[in-house]
């Protein structure tokens, strides 16, 4: 049942993919203002609550709903673990995005790339040129293909769509609130730790559908260069499997952001975001393969 919903969800959303805003994040995000007036006053224990009621409660809601259509019929609570991930995935989107940022860079249009970026939240790019426009955007691809897909893919295998859905809002609510300290604090280690595996079975299914000798490399030499590791990982093993130098310094507010260079091949061009792409559906595909052969041998 676990691997046919995913299946299912993944060809809907390749046929019929969500576009604009996802239905997901809007009302999440109505929810979570309302969450906010009230826990950013109060102690830091509040935002644990808020956590609480923003990402856990809806999570256990949505897998005692599909528990109590299992009990009418099995079928319908395939369908609705369906339509959980269809609509709170959303990676298709991420995809026709990434299209139109690579087509305005190959056009010279700078200007319409730094636009489209900052519908991901990624701003502050107005002195990045191609080079790194290209960079920061096969770097926000990854995360968010994670976030996004991979990651989501990983919980609804390993916890159903309680699993998926939590994962889903903690991220949302750590990206929301997280110019709170006091929140950010412990979404960042809750996120650590839910990130952890998934992006270690990310970056090896990298090397295996990519290179996998620079991805290797990568994963071991410099991601723990990196300031979050988890996002060393993924980056580092991304760029070895693709062939892509990513990392390396930014121009930001007129200063130059150090960072150090992960990957040994070339430099970010348009073209790359192509394979970006191409490399995380080969990786998708591959999870629903394994997943289709432990299905098979519990037969």
């Not at 990196?226 to 996002?231: A, F, I, Q, Y």
Request: one cysteine or more; charged letters at 20%.
């Amino acid at each position: 049942m676990t691997l046919l919903s995913i299946i299912a969800a993944l060809l809907w959303e390749q046929y019929r993919p969500l576009r604009g805003p996802l239905l997901f994040d809007t009302q999440f995000s109505r929810w979570s203002d309302w969450l906010v007036l009230r826990a950013g006053a109060g102690p830091s224990r509040h935002w644990l609550l808020a956590w609480g009621l923003g990402a856990l409660l809806p999570a256990a809601a949505v897998a005692l709903a599909g528990a109590l259509l299992e009990g009418l019929h099995v079928v319908f609570a395939w369908a609705w673990s369906v339509a959980v991930l269809y609509l709170a995935t959303g990676f298709k989107g991420i995809t026709f995005t990434c299209a139109s940022i690579a087509r305005a860079l190959k056009e010279g249009n700078l200007p319409r790339a730094r636009e489209l970026l900052a519908e991901w939240g990624v701003n502050e790019t107005d002195e990045a040129d191609e080079s790194a426009l290209s960079r920061i955007t096969i770097e926000e691809l990854l995360r968010l293909a994670v976030t996004r897909l991979l990651g989501m893919i990983f919980w609804f295998a390993l916890l159903g769509v309680f699993g998926a859905v939590l994962y889903r809002l903690t991220h949302l609510c750590y990206r929301r609130w997280r110019g709170e300290p006091a929140f950010a604090e412990y979404m960042g280690s809750a996120l650590r730790l839910m990130d952890w595996l998934p992006v270690r079975v990310a970056a090896f299914g990298f090397a295996i559908v990519g290179n996998f000798e620079d991805a290797m490399y990568g994963w071991r030499t410099q991601a723990m260069e990196w300031e979050d590791l988890n996002e060393g990982v993924l980056l580092a093993s991304a760029a070895g499997a693709l062939g892509v130098r990513l990392g390396g310094p930014l121009q930001v507010a007129g200063e130059t952001l150090e960072r150090p260079e992960l990957g040994e091949g070339e430099p970010a061009t348009p073209e790359y975001m192509d394979g970006a792409v191409a490399l995380i559906w080969r990786v998708a595909l591959l999870w629903v393969a394994v997943l289709g052969l432990l299905w098979l041998g519990g037969l």
